[in-house]
């Protein structure tokens, strides 16, 4: 019994590194969990059950990463959070 041996062609590939930025929502004392709820839902797309984890993450930890991203698509998304008056930076 023979063995034949193949050689697969070995290519070199570059990947660019795309950094992803983040929208990290921070607790606060005046926001109640319905209302971070609905502009998690609204502003990143977020289904319910993720923006009440993210709220839950937010309350307990003080602060939660929401959504990450270009920043061109982030932007816009941290200033509809803001705009709802909730503690939110990109970084």
Excluded: W
Excluded at 32 to 59: R, W
């Amino acid at each position: 019994m023979s063995t034949k041996e193949e050689v697969l062609e070995q290519v070199d590939t570059v990947t660019k590194e795309k950094k992803n930025n983040e929208i990290v929502v921070y607790n606060d004392d005046v926001n109640t969990f319905d209302h971070v709820i609905e502009t998690l839902i609204k502003a990143c797309d977020h289904t319910p059950e993720q923006a009440e984890q993210c709220t839950i993450l937010v309350h307990y930890k003080g602060k939660c990463t929401v959504k990450t991203g270009d920043l061109k698509d982030l932007k816009p998304r941290c200033s509809r959070i803001l705009e709802a008056g909730i503690s939110a930076e990109i970084i």
